[in-house]
């Protein structure tokens, strides 16, 4: 029995899944997503499932995954399908030595039925590579690079507590650049303590004249128990107010416009054919795999997670052969949500029928709620499509929650 079919999903209400009736199933192709939860150390404000590297699991951990894709590849909802992207998350992936990357990268290639052009992106923290590697990353068949910049500024970047300087960041990127990479994303971050509008414009100014195809900016979030939400529970810690932080947000979105870069999502910006292939089967509810110590899959209106410490997750897989902790089937109500959220955060919003459907409305019209965000500019209506508007984005989420 396979890791997915074996697992028992909870219903989470009355309604049977929306997918349960389709007619061509599995017609779409896959996003496959790849866990590796070592990191050089834990940034302070981190809450993903990372653990600092411990070089004496890496070589188990690493079998246990290509143990995962041969029996996760069996799967009803998995075999014969198209993948459309192989995405190396982490964690820090680029912390794994190349061979032992494109050793899983074929892996899945040997496994799965990977499109010629498929999207295979590896995040990367600077600190972790150097042009031969980055050269022999190329040749193995990664196609796309995002790294973790966050903030140009020394001070900045101690202060969260990332592993790696500015230089080293700049020094990675002209090495991707040198090893041949034209597919690279840079990931920055607003609000961070002591960061002052100067400090974002220059971080903006220095990414922007590097010239990567795609720039992701997201805001800080202090997530409970990290240790720069315990520090703030204890007192200010120099974080910006919420009009300074919407402030860098808006200036983030008109620098890069200026720049010539797309906004197709609320954080996230990219030269015209460069807009994240991986991330879009997320926003545009695709199906993925999720492989590794605590990833998770959406297959067939169910959603599965992995055992996330990766001991146990090894422990699983030897013992049952299955690694997936639990999972639910997605309720109507939950898709609806879901697709309405992710629909919304997209540029390009949702189809005018798509959105009435979802709401569970007859027009547009039929609704005060939408008549009033649309009367209030915070939604737009082109071309067919419900989009939300400049002033919409600063509330994205809140309206999404008052829509529904
Ligand atoms: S590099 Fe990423 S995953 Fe690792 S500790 Fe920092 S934020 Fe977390």
């Not at 990268?105 to 498929?118: S, W």
């Not at 994240?276 to 545009?284: D, E, G, I, S």
């Given at each position: 029995?396979?890791?997915?079919?074996s697992v028992?999903?909870?219903?989470?209400?009355?309604?049977?899944?929306?997918y349960?009736?389709?007619?061509?199933?599995?017609?779409?192709?896959?996003?496959?997503?790849?866990?590796i939860?070592?990191?050089?150390?834990?940034?302070?404000?981190?809450?993903?499932?990372?653990y600092?590297?411990?070089?004496?699991?890496?070589?188990?951990?690493?079998?246990?995954l290509?143990?995962e894709?041969?029996?996760r590849?069996?799967?009803?909802?998995?075999?014969?399908?198209?993948?459309?992207?192989?995405?190396?998350?982490?964690?820090?992936?680029?912390?794994?030595?190349a061979?032992q990357?494109?050793?899983i990268?074929?892996?899945?290639?040997?496994?799965?039925?990977?499109?010629?052009?498929?999207e295979?992106?590896?995040e990367?923290?600077?600190?972790?590579?150097?042009?031969?590697?980055?050269?022999?990353?190329?040749?193995?068949?990664?196609?796309?690079?995002?790294a973790?910049?966050?903030?140009?500024?020394?001070?900045?970047?101690?202060?969260?507590?990332r592993?790696?300087?500015?230089?080293?960041?700049?020094?990675?990127?002209?090495?991707?650049?040198e090893?041949?990479?034209?597919?690279?994303?840079?990931?920055?971050?607003?609000?961070?303590?002591?960061?002052?509008?100067?400090?974002?414009?220059?971080?903006?100014?220095?990414?922007?004249?590097?010239?990567?195809?795609?720039?992701?900016?997201?805001?800080?979030?202090?997530?409970?128990?990290?240790p720069?939400?315990?520090?703030?529970?204890?007192?200010?810690?120099?974080?910006?107010d919420?009009?300074?932080?919407?402030?860098?947000?808006?200036?983030?979105?008109?620098r890069?416009?200026?720049?010539?870069?797309?906004?197709?999502?609320?954080?996230?910006?990219?030269?015209?054919?460069?807009q994240?292939?991986?991330?879009?089967?997320?926003?545009?509810h695709?199906?993925?795999?999720?492989?590794?110590?605590?990833?998770?899959s959406?297959?067939?209106?169910?959603?599965?997670?992995?055992?996330?410490?990766?001991?146990?997750?090894?422990?699983?897989?030897?013992?049952r052969?299955?690694?997936?902790?639990?999972?639910?089937?997605?309720?109507?109500?939950m898709?609806?949500?879901?697709?309405?959220?992710l629909?919304l955060?997209?540029?390009?919003?949702l189809?005018?029928?798509a959105?009435?459907?979802?709401?569970?409305?007859?027009?547009?019209?039929a609704?005060?709620?939408?008549?009033?965000?649309?009367?209030?500019?915070?939604?737009?209506?082109?071309?067919?499509?419900?989009?939300?508007?400049?002033?919409?984005?600063?509330?994205?989420?809140?309206?999404?929650?008052?829509?529904l």
């Open positions: 029995m396979n890791a997915v079919s028992e999903c909870r219903v989470s209400s009355s309604d049977s899944s929306p349960s009736s389709r007619l061509t199933p599995y017609a779409q192709p896959l996003g496959v997503y790849i866990h939860p070592y990191c050089l150390s834990r940034c302070h404000y981190c809450d993903f499932n990372s600092r590297i411990d070089t004496g699991q890496i070589t188990q951990y690493l079998e246990t290509a143990r894709i041969a029996s590849a069996c799967a009803e909802a998995v075999r014969d399908r198209r993948v459309c992207s192989v995405f190396f998350g982490g964690g820090t992936p680029s912390i794994l030595q061979s990357l494109v050793g990268l074929d892996h899945c290639r040997a496994t799965f039925t990977v499109e010629d052009d498929a295979v992106s590896l990367v923290n600077p600190g972790t590579v150097d042009l031969p590697k980055l050269c022999a990353l190329r040749e193995g068949g990664v196609t796309r690079l995002s973790g910049v966050q903030a140009v500024q020394d001070r900045l970047l101690q202060r969260i507590g592993a790696h300087t500015a230089w080293e960041a700049e020094r990675a990127f002209w090495s991707m650049r090893a041949g990479f034209d597919n690279i994303n840079l990931d920055l971050m607003f609000g961070l303590p002591d960061q002052s509008t100067d400090d974002w414009s220059e971080t903006l100014d220095w990414a922007i004249g590097a010239g990567p195809e795609h720039i992701s900016a997201y805001g800080l979030i202090l997530e409970d128990g990290t720069l939400q315990l520090e703030s529970s204890r007192g200010d810690i120099g974080l910006p919420e009009e300074t932080e919407a402030a860098m947000y808006r200036l983030a979105v008109d890069l416009r200026e720049a010539g870069f797309e906004q197709y999502e609320i954080s996230n910006f990219a030269r015209q054919g460069f994240c292939r991986h991330n879009l089967v997320y926003w545009q695709q199906e993925y795999l999720g492989l590794g110590a605590g990833a998770h959406f297959l067939a209106g169910r959603r599965y997670y992995n055992e996330s410490l990766p001991a146990r997750y090894v422990c699983a897989m030897a013992e052969g299955a690694a997936v902790a639990g999972g639910e089937v997605l309720s109507v109500e898709v609806r949500s879901e697709r309405l959220m629909g955060r997209l540029r390009s919003g189809d005018v029928q959105f009435t459907d979802l709401l569970g409305i007859q027009d547009l019209a609704s005060d709620r939408v008549a009033r965000f649309l009367d209030d500019g915070f939604l737009r209506v082109r071309e067919g499509r419900v989009q939300i508007t400049e002033r919409g984005l600063l509330v994205a989420n809140e309206l999404v929650v008052q829509l």
